[in-house]
């Protein structure tokens, strides 16, 4: 049973970074690319972020280009997202998807829960 497992959610002021992880376990996902969508109560869902497995493309939603960097390592089929000059707008629900460039399509995690507060 091939799942994700991620962590790196918290508590931090305004101003402040956070990292966030996403790793394949139990198999491997035969996608193209892995990535972070994010949401809120009463709000849509957003997309955060993606990398590819292959190629080092990235991908970033308008809300977190130039502040937010994610990163693959494709031999332990691990994503980091670094968080960097967080605002109290980016608190919400952080969700990997395996398959996040596809609308998205693939496997999610548990989510992961993001809070800035001023």
């Known amino acids: 049973q091939v799942h994700l497992v991620e962590s790196g959610g918290g508590l931090v002021e305004a101003g402040g970074s956070l990292r966030l992880s996403c790793a394949e376990a139990?198999?491997?996902?035969?996608?193209?690319?892995m990535g972070w969508f994010r949401q809120a109560p009463g709000k849509e869902r957003e997309f955060v972020a993606a990398?590819?497995?292959?190629?080092?493309?990235?991908y970033y939603g308008d809300a977190v280009r130039g502040r937010f960097n994610i990163t693959a390592d494709d031999a332990n089929r691990t994503i980091y997202l670094q968080m960097n000059d967080l605002n109290p707008e980016d608190t919400d629900v952080y969700y990997c998807?395996?398959?996040?460039?596809?609308?998205?399509?693939?496997?999610w995690s548990q989510g992961t829960k993001v809070t800035v507060y001023e």
């Open positions: 139990g198999g491997r996902f035969r996608t193209y690319a």
């Open positions: 990398a590819t497995w292959t190629g080092h493309s990235q």
């Open positions: 998807n395996a398959d996040a460039l596809r609308s998205p399509t693939g496997t």
